[in-house]
């Protein structure tokens, strides 16, 4: 069987950009991301004489994420662009990501997250957790209501990012797919 998938959104989760700007997380590096290259999918046509974009990464981060037991998967406005600027500072390889095409960006009238239809769609019934900080009700309800398998939607807070918490969440959500299933 494979591995559930974990869908990872770099802002927020990965980098804690709603932290206050004076003050770096403890254990995160500075990673400046020139935005006049279209390193940032949600950046393009920027003017190049924007200063570039600050992003702060914890590089264990990678490690934790490894050793949960999913496999990896970008779910960001970055798309391939993480793989270039943020995988490397975290120790991770080259990862698949979600290209969100036309949608990207683009409200619903229903309110649910553009993301998720796309992420319920590349799933296609495979388990997955997607650890993002955009995350409402409306979208557990469209995951329930389109996805047979088990999807975890787990929020996590801009302003702090992944925190050991999170990974444990993780983790117990990925091991409780391994339980097997009885009926009584």
């Known amino acids: 069987m494979n591995r559930p998938l974990l869908f990872l959104d770099v802002d927020g989760p990965l980098n804690p950009y709603a932290a206050k700007p004076e003050k770096r997380p403890d254990g995160y590096t500075t990673l400046r991301v020139p935005l006049d290259d279209g390193a940032h999918e949600g950046d393009r046509g920027l003017s190049s004489r924007r200063r570039p974009l600050r992003v702060w990464l914890n590089p264990e981060h990678g490690r934790f994420l490894r050793r949960l037991g999913f496999e990896l998967c970008w779910a960001t406005t970055w798309m391939g662009d993480a793989n270039r600027w943020i995988a490397p500072v975290l120790g991770l390889p080259e990862l698949p990501f979600v290209d969100f095409g036309d949608v990207l960006l683009q409200e619903r009238p229903d309110g649910v997250h553009w993301k998720t239809g ?65 009926t009584g």
């Open 118 to 182: 796309p992420l319920v769609d590349y799933a296609n019934g495979r388990p997955f957790a997607w650890v993002d900080d955009e995350q409402s009700e409306r979208d557990q309800t469209y995951v329930t209501a389109h996805h047979r398998g088990s999807g975890l939607l787990h929020h996590v807070n801009p302003r702090v990012g992944l925190r050991e918490n999170d990974f444990h969440t993780l983790a117990d959500f990925a091991r409780s797919l391994d339980t097997p299933r009885t």
